[in-house]
């Protein structure tokens, strides 16, 4: 089994900077392509940015240029870096990863954690 833990969520003004780190631990043999989701109120959950395990990016258009996800490899974790925030960005942000673990390849999700922008 495979457990993340995210963290870094929070109450912003417009303008700026949040930092969303999430962990993973259990059983891992390996993890493909690591990413972030997110769903505000009232809306079906999308795609922010992900990235694979040769570190190859991929964003939705709405957060290019503000928005950097990163990972490290050996301490399985991977982190979104949250800059120029809109209140449009308010939403619950889950960390997302597909991995091996116990012989088989997994999609795995985090609990979430609240992002507010708002002045």
């Known amino acids: 089994q495979v457990q993340l833990v995210e963290s870094g969520g929070g109450l912003v003004q417009p303008g700026g900077s949040l930092r969303l780190s999430c962990a993973a631990s259990?059983?891992?043999?390996?993890?493909?392509?690591m990413g972030w989701y997110r769903q505000a109120p009232g809306k079906q959950r999308e795609l922010v940015a992900t990235i694979t395990g040769g570190g190859s990016t991929n964003y939705v258009d709405s957060v290019k240029g503000r928005f950097t996800i990163s990972r490290d490899n050996a301490k399985n974790t991977v982190v979104l870096q949250m800059n120029s925030l809109k209140p449009e960005d308010t939403a619950v942000y889950y960390c997302n990863l597909e991995a091996w673990s116990d012989y088989a390849l997994s999609a795995y999700w985090g609990q979430g954690t609240q992002v507010t922008v708002s002045s």
């Open positions: 259990g059983s891992i043999f390996s993890i493909n392509a």
